[in-house]
């Protein structure tokens, strides 16, 4: 089992509505954990971190659920530019970033 | 201030060769890590320098190695090359344990 899973997609929605994925690992003693999103060809860049408490970032909400050992990021009013691949990833006990291989967003107008 | 800058962008090697890819961390950040993205998947983690020293270091074989510099650049290099080393590498760079911020980095292409 991998440490850290996503449903690939691609998830195809239109324009303005409400997306939720979720992401899942496997190693509890995981501290921190983080939403990348990812545009064909570039870098991953820091969309947001995910605490307990959960974090909103205008359009974008983050949770974390330790119980259950899943993270989210829901996004709502869907923009075209959302079009991307959202990585999730977590800090082990050992510092190193362990990710997920993505999910595929496609936002159609 | 500049972010985490990576060079070359692209490069075409044969099998065998080796070859030595280059990162810069952004400006206050004196850890710099490297990762592995092949097509459709997500960065697999190489190692990651602090201290001019290889701190922690993925599932990779010694054909990878690198360094860090005093001024916390550091570079990748890979020996033997195999077409399977054909990915995107990235370099991060961060202050100690915190947030990594991603460098454009490296296509890496193996024929």
């Known amino acids: 089992r991998k440490e850290v899973e996503q449903d690939p997609g691609p998830f195809n929605v239109p324009e303005g509505a409400t997306v939720a994925f979720n992401c899942t690992y496997s190693?509890?003693?995981?501290?921190?954990f983080f939403w990348y999103r990812q545009d064909c060809r570039k870098e991953p860049k820091l969309l947001m971190s995910?605490?307990?408490?959960?974090n909103e970032d205008g359009r974008f909400t983050a949770q974390l659920n330790r119980a259950s050992q899943y993270i989210s990021l829901l996004i709502r009013d869907s923009k075209l530019s959302d079009s991307a691949t959202y990585l999730c990833?977590?800090?082990?006990?050992?510092?190193?970033?362990?990710w997920g291989a993505g999910t595929k967003l496609i936002i159609k107008p | 201030d500049a972010g985490v800058t990576q060079s070359p962008t692209h490069l075409i090697k044969t099998r065998g060769q080796q070859v030595t890819l280059r990162c810069s961390p952004k400006s206050g950040h004196d850890t710099v890590s490297w990762y592995q993205q092949a097509l459709g998947q997500g960065p697999q983690f190489i190692f990651q320098y602090y201290e001019e020293e290889e701190r922690q270091r993925g599932n990779f074989p010694d054909r990878f190695s690198g360094h860090q510099f005093p001024n916390y650049s550091s570079e990748l290099n890979v020996n033997a090359l195999l077409l399977g080393d054909s990915a995107l590498y990235l370099c991060?760079?961060?202050?100690?344990?915190?947030?990594?911020?991603f460098g454009p980095g490296t296509r890496l292409t193996v024929l």
């Open positions: 190693n509890s003693a995981s501290q921190s």
């Open positions: 991060a760079s961060s202050l100690g344990d915190n947030t990594q911020y």
């Open positions: 995910v605490y307990s408490s959960g």
């Open positions: 990833a977590g800090i082990d006990s050992n510092y190193q970033l362990i």
